[in-house]
């Protein structure tokens, strides 16, 4: 059974540019979880989706952030005009059901702006 | 807000000494609470957790973890280190009957010398 697939694993952009982050969750999984860490930070949640619904994106800033997650394919999240500041570790995780106790994390995809 | 720390931002051990690792949440509520590593280069695995019942968990390599819940607290231990568990460790929470968003630590960095 895979685990959390997230690509690419690193991601360099110039300012201004857009950034896509995919992450395919564990098979079965249909509940999606985006953390965000910056340099010496923990993971700070941003949204958490299910197929074809946003439920829960208190986290998302609210310029320039979108994420989906489509009813076929991975979860996108978004992020356009990329500023310096956006440069972090960005974190899929995956559960079965949204009061799921456990969550499975993929490997991250580090983005670079440069 | 909720919110996770983690006294320790970096601790250096000896090979074979104890460790503990503090972690506190700040909520009055029922919470799940759990221990996740990062080693070099790898994504977050989950070490240990706590849903109810006997507050002294076991999870995997040799950890354990004792939630005290007059102190909000969910310290990590483990007897004798190894220098494989060099690593960054988080602490977090997720809110009992919540969207299911984990709430982080800071994290702590452990660096095992051999």
């Known amino acids: 059974n895979a685990g959390v697939m997230q690509n690419p694993r690193h991601l360099v952009r110039r300012r201004g540019q857009e950034a896509r982050l995919r992450c395919s969750p564990m098979k079965g999984h249909s509940h999606v979880y985006w953390y965000r860490q910056l340099p010496e930070e923990g993971l700070k949640f941003m949204v958490y989706?299910?197929?074809?619904?946003?439920?829960?994106e208190s986290g998302m800033p609210k310029e320039r952030f979108s994420a989906e997650f489509p009813k076929e394919g991975p979860s996108i999240l978004r992020i356009q005009q990329v500023v310096r500041g956006d440069s972090a570790a960005y974190f899929c995780?995956?559960?079965?059901?949204?009061?799921?106790?456990?969550?499975?994390f993929g490997p991250g995809t580090r983005l670079t702006v440069t | 807000a909720q919110s996770v720390s983690q006294h320790n931002h970096h601790v250096i051990l000896s090979e074979a000494a104890s460790l503990e690792l503090g972690c506190n949440y700040s909520y009055g509520g029922t919470v799940n609470l759990f221990w996740y590593v990062q080693y070099p280069g790898q994504h977050l695995q989950l070490l240990l957790k706590?849903?109810?019942?006997?507050?002294l968990v076991k999870g995997i390599k040799g950890f354990e973890a004792e939630f005290i819940k007059s102190k909000f607290s969910f310290n990590l231990r483990k007897p004798s280190v190894q220098w494989s568990d060099t690593a960054e460790y988080f602490c977090?929470?997720?809110?009992?009957?919540?969207?299911?968003?984990?709430?982080f630590g800071k994290g702590t960095k452990l660096s095992v010398k051999p």
């Open positions: 989706l299910q197929k074809e619904n946003i439920i829960d």
């Open positions: 977090a929470v997720k809110i009992w009957g919540s969207q299911g968003n984990l709430i």
């Open positions: 706590y849903f109810s019942g006997d507050p």
């Open positions: 995780a995956s559960s079965p059901t949204g009061d799921s106790y456990e969550q499975y």
